[in-house]
């Protein structure tokens, strides 16, 4: 399905929100508008097969329609793996749940419709947070990769997908400006990218790279790297090292 939601104008914009129309156009919305979003979840897949070991639980936190599990499902070869995924948008879980059974597997993938932030961590090899960290109130976000962090094994891995500020104001603007030019390439109109852009303000709030890692260090990881970058798009990687004091 096409994603044509901010197509028309529309007089009252509200907040964006995971409703039933984002959940039904979600993977064509997420596609034209995030560079680089399958090179990530490609490469989610190849961390899977280093990082996810026997009798471990594998966690994607804001999972949508179950892009990064599938991924990550493909590449497992290790028995008694457990994949939980999480969200909080029942018509994202619905559309996640039927999908994953289109297809055969011999690792069990669980799909909870919760808020990432009451949800129990453990015995984890391998978590995902695949742009979903930028919706959560920036004052919940350090406790959550607390969470994470406890609930990771040693040896275990974190990737963190986001949209990023950056602090040099023409840096900043130059790369907004250029994931403009990118959604314009992939059809979107000049009143789609603004009326959507409007529509994120309250509810995506970005950070910077450094307050990432300072955040990722704050919880304990001590190896922390950008491993991937698109103008204002990039992804982490976190891992917990083996001799950690915590
Ligand atoms: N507090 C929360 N608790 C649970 N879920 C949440 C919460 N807040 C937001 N979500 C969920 O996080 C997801 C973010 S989309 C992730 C893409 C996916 N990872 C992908 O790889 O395709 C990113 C984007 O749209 O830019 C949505 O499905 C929300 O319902
Ligand atoms: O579309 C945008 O401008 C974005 O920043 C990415 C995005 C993708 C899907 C849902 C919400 C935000």
């Known amino acids: 399905?096409?994603?044509?939601?901010?197509?028309?104008?529309?007089?009252?914009?509200?907040?964006?929100?995971?409703?039933e129309s984002v959940a039904e156009v979600f993977p064509?919305?997420?596609?034209?508008?995030?560079?680089?979003?399958?090179?990530?979840?490609?490469?989610?897949?190849?961390?899977?097969?280093?990082?996810?070991?026997?009798?471990?639980?594998?966690?994607?936190?804001?999972?949508s329609r179950g892009a990064g599990i599938l991924s990550m499902r493909r590449h497992i070869q290790v028995e008694g793996v457990q994949i939980i995924g999480v969200d909080n948008s029942a018509p994202m879980v619905e559309r996640c749940r039927h999908h994953l059974s289109a297809f055969h597997s011999t690792t069990p993938v669980e799909i909870l419709c919760d808020d990432i932030r009451c949800i129990?961590?453990?015995?984890?090899?391998?978590?995902?947070?695949?742009?979903?960290?930028?919706?959560?109130?920036?004052?919940?976000?350090?406790?959550?990769l607390q969470k994470i962090y406890q609930g990771l094994e040693p040896n275990g891995v974190l990737v963190l997908s986001e949209k990023f500020t950056f602090t040099d104001e023409h840096i900043n603007?130059?790369?907004?400006?250029?994931?403009?030019?990118?959604?314009?390439?992939?059809?979107?109109?000049?009143?789609?990218v603004s009326q959507k852009r409007t529509a994120l303000e309250n509810v995506m709030r970005t950070d910077s790279i450094a307050t990432h890692?300072?955040?990722?260090?704050?919880?304990?990881?001590?190896?922390?790297?950008?491993?991937?970058?698109?103008?204002?798009?990039?992804?982490m990687v976190a891992i917990k090292s083996n001799n950690s004091p915590l």
């Open 1 to 19: 399905m096409k994603d044509t939601l901010f197509s028309a104008p529309i007089e009252k914009l509200g907040d964006f929100t995971f409703d």
């Open 173 to 192: 603007t130059l790369l907004i400006d250029l994931h403009h030019t990118f959604k314009r390439a992939n059809g979107y109109s000049e009143l789609e």
């Open 28 to 63: 064509d919305m997420i596609q034209r508008s995030v560079p680089g979003y399958s090179n990530i979840i490609t490469a989610i897949g190849m961390l899977a097969a280093r990082f996810v070991t026997p009798h471990s639980n594998v966690y994607d936190l804001g999972c």
């Open 213 to 235: 890692k300072q955040r990722l260090e704050q919880a304990g990881f001590s190896q922390v790297e950008l491993w991937f970058q698109c103008f204002n798009f990039g992804s």
């Open 120 to 144: 129990e961590i453990k015995n984890a090899s391998m978590v995902v947070l695949n742009f979903t960290l930028q919706f959560l109130p920036p004052d919940d976000r350090l406790a959550l």
